[in-house]
T-cell receptor, first 109, second 115 residues
């Protein structure tokens, strides 16, 4: 069974600060996705990375896939209150899609 | 284009009652997934379908849970009889033929409370 561990589990920072959250596994994934989930809603796909070492940017969000395709990071620059939510990573492989338990992010004004 | 539609959004029922959750996937998506989300266990895959056929139901917790997909635009997840430990948010998601990407599109979820 492929497992994804996300850290930190909870993070609360002030608006304007930068942050990085992590997604780690001992397994290799063919692709890795990041989702954001807001209270009362379903997860929404932010990005998919497929190549080891790949970096994708989505406005203030930067996603990186590890060289060995076992881990990923999400960096947010100048966080805004609208970034508040649960950030989930999910790895694609032979077992289908495996989700981590997520990082609960709170951006305080 | 409408996203994944789930109904009801909230369901409160008493232990022992039958519960049916409904899902309409995005048109043209070949895959449909049912998940359960709790604080303790996170997002758990219960079952998924490809072209209306159940492919993997190993995540279905026990025989009280069943899922059907009679056609490409409709699926149900049934719990009979329901128990308090079934209380969770249930999500339906759909995906085009995934290849290596497995990108999924989630509905808004059904929050189930069993008292």
């Amino acid at each position: 069974t492929q497992l994804l561990e996300q850290s930190p589990q909870f993070l609360s920072i002030q608006e304007g600060e930068n942050l990085t959250v992590y997604c780690n596994s001992s397994s290799v994934f063919s692709s890795l996705q990041w989702y954001r989930q807001e209270p009362g809603e379903g997860p929404v796909l932010l990005v998919t990375v497929v190549t080891g070492g790949e970096v994708k940017k989505l406005k203030r969000l930067t996603f990186q896939f590890g060289d060995a395709r076992k881990d990923s990071s999400l960096h947010i620059t100048a966080a805004q209150t609208g970034d508040t939510g649960l950030y989930l990573c999910a790895g694609g492989g032979a077992d289908g899609l495996t989700f981590g338990k997520g990082t609960h992010l709170i951006i305080q004004p | 284009d409408a996203g994944v539609i789930q109904s009801p959004r909230h369901e409160v029922t008493e232990m022992g009652q039958e519960v049916t959750l409904r899902c309409k996937p995005i048109s043209g998506h070949d895959y449909l997934f049912w998940y359960r989300q709790t604080m303790m266990r996170g997002l758990e895959l219960l079952i998924y379908f490809n072209n209306n056929v159940p492919i993997d139901d190993s995540g279905m917790p026990e025989d009280r849970f069943s899922a059907k997909m009679p056609n490409a635009s409709f699926s149900t997840l049934k719990i009979q009889p329901s128990e308090p430990r079934d209380s969770a948010v249930y999500f339906c998601a759909s995906s085009p033929s995934p290849g290596l990407l497995y990108e999924q599109y989630f509905g808004p979820g059904t929050r189930l409370t069993v008292t």
